[in-house]
């Protein structure tokens, strides 16, 4: 008799639960590193720093202080792909790509450095994005990396979302999440249109290597012989002789 198939929330906790210890270490010490990294080529900039052109697509945007929450929580967001990995390989896939997508956007920052221009917001009356500004300091524009991981991280969830027979509206969710954050790029002033559709198009580029490290040949899986359902289950079966002899179906 087959097993009755996992629903998508049970399927949910099953990869949440796989190697967590493992994926929370990484997650952890992946942004730490980041983070250092970030802030060093922020100060140590091998050129002159160059202010980013605004687009008309800038003006579309207006300013909005709110959306900073929506701004912060790329790092709440971009922890869920690492969590719902189903396995190390594609823990791995993932986290090879995200140092690779960081790297290129460090190394860029290091030999083209870049800022957003001046907006001329008084930044006292926001506490939150003054805070912001002080540590920021509007440096490490092009490619936004902030946009880069919120778009490359809404791919990821998508296939991960799709593979367990989610709802759409979940699916809905994690579209408007990443464009969301995306947006509040540009809505906190902390990065112009360019900057994001350059982290976009990095971020593009991620994706499709992401897919190809899942695709590449690897080890196949164990068979679980004691499976219900199996075509590979094990029967004993009892010959004349009194011996028993293990047949596969």
Known sequence: MAPEPRTWTQELKRRAGNLWVLKMLATMGGIAVFFYAYFWVMHHPLSAVTAMPVTWIDDLVVFSPQSFFLYASLWVYVSLGPALAKDARELAAWGAVSFAMAVIGLGLFTVLPTKVPDFAVEWSRYPSLAFLKTVDVSGNAC??????????????????????????????????WGLGIVYSAMAT???????????????????????????????AEPVDFAQPGSPYRQSEVQTRGGKKEIRQP
């Open 143 to 176: 490619p936004s990396l902030h946009a880069a991981f919120a778009v490359f991280t809404a791919f990821v969830l998508r296939g991960q979302l799709t593979a367990i027979r989610a709802p759409r509206a979940l699916l809905a969710c994690n579209a408007l």
């Open 189 to 219: 002033r902390q990065h112009v249109a360019l900057d994001v559709i350059a982290g976009s198009v990095l971020a593009g580029a991620a994706s499709i290597a992401y897919v190809g490290a899942l695709r590449m040949p690897g080890r």
